[in-house]
């Protein structure tokens, strides 16, 4: 097993940066190598994704990290939504006043039309309300429609150090910078912001682990310049998309390679230079054959802890759609498949993964709680 000594972190912290099976974190997190269960957008299988109830229901679920997507705002303020194209997840289509700014742009090198949250300042922003953004599949989460305001990241903060008071245990953060590349070209640069806002309250400055993630590599370059290699409570994560597919900064840099690159023994020794951890795509660590079943594992667990990184994979959901296929139950694409879920998060679990991200927490919980490693 590798062990990672990590110096000069409070007792309180270094258990969350251990790739070993040593407990840590005053008993926060789960006795099982510490395995981090990261409530994907909150708890998106069961409320509107990226709102404070999703938040609070995935803290309320066991969920250890919550995970906010941050876009900016025309003033400047950062807000989570999953992308800065917001018409499939508020209800700015149906606002008559908003009606003018629907627009068609080129984000990351695909053309996209709707409603930016760069062109709203805060305050329109704050009169959208979320709504759930695949109601095919979870036609439960429509009931909330219209209800949750679009949180900032000052809000999310709040509510993570207020939840922390209120079931004793410490809940991290793990904000995502969207498409930094494309923000910084209109003048609004992400990164400053979001640790200036990080600064603004002792909890998400000293006290949670704040993980950074993005899928560009550059940024992550840039902050890890900014905070420095041994900030005791921030970790900076490489996100990894398809092996096939290529970084948007790489793109917009002229160069050919792709995470397929960033994924081998070289390529994790060249992210550890700069990152913490690596988020891949689930599939990179145990592909699908040809029938949808999960197959053998690669490499990439095994190259990314050789450098020392951590692996936390995306994305794990409940519902029969999205499980693997000897997984699913005999119910419709729509239904949760709590106990589908589990097992392939422990199929994950034996690979060797160290976290993972879950729309659906407290099944993320049960899994990890129930698992022994062989």
């Given at each position: 097993m590798i062990r990672i000594r990590i110096l000069g972190l409070p007792l309180a912290l270094a258990g969350l940066f251990s790739l070993s099976a040593c407990g840590g974190d005053g008993g926060d997190l789960a006795n099982n190598g510490n395995i981090l269960v990261i409530g994907h957008r909150g708890a998106s299988a069961l409320r509107p994704e990226h709102t404070l109830a999703s938040y609070t229901k995935a803290i309320e679920d066991g969920a250890d990290v919550i995970e906010p997507d941050l876009v900016a705002t025309k003033d400047g303020f950062l807000v989570?939504?999953?992308?800065?194209?917001?018409?499939?997840?508020?209800?700015?289509?149906?606002?008559?006043?908003?009606a003018g700014r629907k627009t068609k742009k080129v984000i990351d090198g695909n053309t996209l039309e709707g409603w930016f949250t760069e062109d709203f300042t805060l305050a329109e922003i704050k009169e959208l309300r979320a709504k759930e953004r695949i109601p095919q599949i979870r036609p439960d989460n429509t009931q909330y429609d219209g209800q949750f305001e679009i949180p900032t990241v000052a809000e999310i903060i709040a509510l993570a150090k207020s939840m922390s008071a209120k079931t004793g245990r410490t809940i991290h953060l793990y904000p995502e910078t969207k498409h930094p590349s494309y923000f910084q070209s209109i003048g609004l640069p992400l990164e400053d912001r979001l640790l200036t806002a990080l600064a603004q309250d002792d909890y998400s400055a000293k006290r949670a682990v704040i993980f950074i993630q993005s899928f560009e590599t550059a940024n992550l370059k840039t902050l890890r310049g900014k905070i420095g290699k041994n900030h005791p409570t921030y970790r900076l994560v490489q996100l990894m998309d398809d092996g096939r597919v290529q970084p948007p900064d790489f793109v917009l840099a002229g160069s050919k390679r792709t995470y397929g690159d960033l994924m081998t023994v070289e390529g994790m020794k060249e992210v550890a230079a700069y990152a913490d951890g690596v988020g891949p795509n689930k599939l990179s660590i145990i592909p699908q054959d040809s029938s949808g079943n999960l197959g053998q594992p690669t490499a990439l667990v095994g190259n990314a802890h050789a450098a020392g990184l951590r692996v936390h994979p995306y994305t794990f959901r409940p519902e029969n759609n999205f499980l693997p296929a000897s997984l699913k139950s005999n119910a419709s694409a729509a239904t949760r498949n709590p106990d589908g879920l589990a097992a392939e998060i422990q199929a994950y679990l034996k690979a060797g993964i160290d976290g993972f991200f879950t729309d659906d927490p407290a099944v993320g919980r049960r899994a990890v709680d129930t698992f022994k490693r062989s």
């Open positions: 989570a939504r999953h992308e800065n194209e917001i018409s499939g997840t508020t209800n700015v289509a149906t606002v008559a006043k908003f």
